[in-house]
């Protein structure tokens, strides 16, 4: 079975979460996401996985990730599977355009889903039913330039409204509230931010 790199990245996230203030697990972090996000030389992934390993061995990780990739890649047994989600953001520049929105749903009583999407909105609202089995209705909307880097900002400012951190089969993106003061603050956000 193929190791998938972007699952370790995550860990990788989750270990720099855990202790900010480490240098070590902040460079493991960083040269995992330039194994994934770059187009690299087999021989370059290994030399940024033997990195991985040594830097685990000094930390004294439970679980030794520099060593699974490296084994992974010398026998070609690994992909990067990266998220649909997650490749918007990553290609996302400051030409990208697209929509900054709030939506309502009756399956999801006092809660407010923040999205942004580069399609139009009906088909947002569409390929959600699609994908989660339950209609979303698109009740503000705002055009912005990098709207997935904006999305990020705003799930950061209503953070502590979060209806939930894990999710099984349905999307995390749900807060709290009331979609008039949360369209209020988010168009306050915004037009600041174009000051």
């Given at each position: 079975m193929a190791v998938d790199l972007f699952q370790i990245y995550k860990m990788y996230i989750q270990r720099c979460?855990?202790?900010?203030?480490?240098?070590?697990?902040?460079?493991?972090?960083?040269?995992?996401?330039?194994?994934?996000?770059?187009?690299?030389?087999?021989?370059?992934?290994?030399?940024?996985?033997?990195?991985?390993?040594?830097?685990?061995?000094?930390?004294?990780?439970?679980?030794?990730?520099?060593?699974?990739?490296?084994?992974?890649?010398?026998?070609?047994?690994?992909?990067?599977?990266?998220?649909?989600?997650?490749?918007?953001?990553?290609?996302?520049?400051?030409?990208?355009?697209?929509?900054?929105?709030?939506?309502?749903?009756?399956?999801?009583?006092?809660?407010?889903?923040?999205?942004?999407?580069?399609?139009p909105i009906w088909k947002r609202e569409y390929s959600y039913n699609y994908r989660y089995g339950y209609s979303i209705d698109v009740v503000w909307k705002r055009r912005v330039s990098m709207p997935f880097t904006l999305e990020t900002d705003l799930k950061e400012i209503f953070r502590s409204s979060l209806v939930s951190g894990l999710t099984d089969g349905d999307s995390n993106e749900w807060y709290f509230g009331n979609c008039e003061q949360m369209s209020l603050q988010v168009d306050q956000y915004i037009d600041d931010l174009e000051g």
């Open positions: 979460k855990r202790r900010p203030l480490n240098e070590r697990h902040a460079r493991n972090k960083e040269d995992m996401e330039n194994l994934i996000k770059n187009d690299l030389t087999l021989e370059e992934m290994k030399e940024i996985a033997e990195q991985l390993k040594r830097r685990e061995i000094v930390l004294g990780a439970r679980v030794n990730y520099g060593a699974r990739i490296l084994r992974a890649l010398e026998e070609g047994a690994y992909k990067i599977d990266v998220p649909y989600q997650v490749l918007h953001r990553w290609r996302e520049t400051d030409r990208t355009e697209g929509w900054i929105y709030l939506a309502v749903s009756e399956d999801k009583s006092g809660q407010v889903k923040i999205g942004a999407t580069t399609m």
